[in-house]
């Protein structure tokens, strides 16, 4: 009994073995074309999904005209741009105005919610600001102001 378990164990081992093997995959090669991205946060969904949210034109003194980007990074390794346009909420980005640049950092925090949907917050110098609730394809379904 005792050698049957060993082998069974054994087998469990090469079978886990293999599996890590499959998944152990070649880093993604992926080039942005967009000039001036800046990284901003990202998350995971329970499935390995993982959400990357950059800012574009970001003018470290005023946010205007600041394009919002996620990158959806499927399992399967295919990759989902989607542009969010906020111009119907503008008092999403935190408006500031001391000369000081380092007083108005703001930044925006991707967070992973069911499938298909992102919760995006924005705030400055740390304390949080808004929320919108948007899906993959960019469209925003709920805000809390
Ligand atoms: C950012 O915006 C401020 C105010 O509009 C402007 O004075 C500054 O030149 C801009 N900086 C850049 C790098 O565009
Ligand atoms: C990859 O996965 C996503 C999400 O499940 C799916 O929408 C897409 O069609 C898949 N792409 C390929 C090439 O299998």
Known sequence: MVIFSRTLFFLITIFTLSII??????PIEYTES????????????KDGTIILLFTQG???TKFLDT????????????????EINYNSLPDFIPQCNSINPLLCATTLTPKALIE???????????SPHK??????????????F
């Open 21 to 26: 093997v499959t998944f152990a995959q070649e």
């Open 34 to 45: 967009l000039p001036g991205f800046r990284f901003g946060g990202s998350d995971t969904y």
């Open 58 to 60: 970001n003018n470290q």
């Open 67 to 82: 394009k919002i980007h996620l990158r959806i990074i499927f399992v399967n390794r295919t990759i989902l741009p989607v």
């Open 116 to 126: 298909r949907y992102v919760l995006i917050e924005s705030s400055q110098n740390g």
């Open 131 to 144: 929320q919108i609730i948007i899906s993959w394809d960019g469209i925003i379904y709920g805000y809390e």
